[in-house]
């Protein structure tokens, strides 16, 4: 069981964030905490996370949203949900209050990014079908196997459901692509697993795909090796990873090395490409690879982006 708890929210909403991957996008967290409880969630390390079951949810953020952009004279062009939490947790209260700020946002001519393991409800396909051009929507995904989803990620959407998801966003003329993140050493980057993923993206034709390999935080690191150690019913998997530093403002973590990493996403990489699928190389959780790529979390970059958004961006004078 989940306890909400509601809160308002100080501060401004709207300040660009400083990771790699998001270039200066603002990126708005609806709560503190998350109610998928994915084991490895690496908010779990943070000193504002509420702690298991308990999700603190901001309920003034529609308002002061709507306020900064009436006040602002640039606005952004595209907010991005969310760093530290999902936009989409199944309670009705979260998604009311993502509902408001994202329909705030593009009723206002601003892009929405989202990243999401969760279940946006009905509501939303409405809205961003309204809007396809303004909405770019990243669905997290790793596995096919439900034992994998249970016993890892079981709070969120089980991935039949994520798949129905892309269907769902796609149809609607959403640009949609696919996150495998966190990917998990020799339990799911395996051929096996992967090949079978790839199959159902080819077939949905999702043409890009963001990565990165699970890292650990103190706080929970030998609990969930313990975990992976049981999934997969041998040694120690986590045994050799070392401390690596990640990109300014993500901290650090246990992790496989560099050499390890870059071998395992160029596999990656070859078999995508067997699906007319491109892999794109997290940035902020592999500053030590020489070849990196931005994984365009927010969607593509702001420079390659028509200009539909723009007299939308330019006319809208006050929030709804
Ligand atoms: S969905 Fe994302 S934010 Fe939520 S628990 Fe899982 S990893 Fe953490």
Redesign the pocket.
């Known amino acids: 069981m989940v306890i909400l708890e509601r809160r308002s929210r100080k501060g401004p909403v709207l300040t660009p964030s400083s990771l790699p991957c998001l270039k200066g996008v603002p990126a708005v967290n609806i709560t503190e905490g998350?109610a998928?409880?994915?084991t490895?969630?690496y908010?779990q390390g943070y000193s504002a996370y509420p702690g298991a079951g308990r999700v603190i949810l901001f309920e003034n953020t529609p308002d002061l949203v709507c306020a900064e952009l009436t006040r602002k004279r640039r606005r952004p062009r595209r907010v991005y949900f969310s760093p530290?939490?999902?936009a989409f947790?199944p309670m009705p209260e979260v998604q009311d209050v993502t509902f408001r700020t994202m329909e705030i946002l593009l009723e206002a001519g601003v892009e929405v990014a989202f990243l999401t393991?969760?279940r946006p409800d009905e509501r939303f396909l409405t809205l961003f079908c309204r809007r396809p051009s303004l909405v770019f929507a990243q669905i997290?995904i790793t596995t096919l196997n439900e034992d994998l989803w249970r016993k890892f990620?079981g709070?969120?959407a089980p991935p039949a459901r994520r798949l129905e998801i892309i269907d769902n966003l796609t149809r609607g003329g959403v640009m949609t692509k696919v996150r495998f993140d966190p990917l998990i050493p020799d339990l799911t980057d395996t051929e096996t697993n992967l090949a079978s993923l790839l199959v159902e993206l080819e077939h949905r034709k999702i043409r890009d795909v963001a990565a990165s390999y699970l890292f650990l935080r103190p706080a929970f690191a030998r609990r969930l090796a313990l975990q992976m150690r049981q999934a997969v019913g041998k040694a120690d998997l986590t045994r050799d990873w070392t401390w690596r530093r990640l990109a300014d403002g993500v901290g650090g973590g246990y992790m496989i090395g560099p050499e390890e990493r870059d071998r395992r996403f160029d596999r990656l990489q070859k078999l995508a490409a067997q699906y007319g699928i491109d892999v794109h190389v997290c940035a902020c959780k592999n500053p030590d690879l020489t070849v990196r790529t931005n994984c365009r979390i927010a969607g593509p970059l702001q420079d390659s982006l028509s200009d539909e958004a723009m007299p939308l961006f330019q006319r809208a004078t006050r929030c709804y």
């Open positions: 998350c998928h409880g994915c490895y969630c908010t530290s939490s999902d947790q393991k969760g997290g990620e709070g969120a």
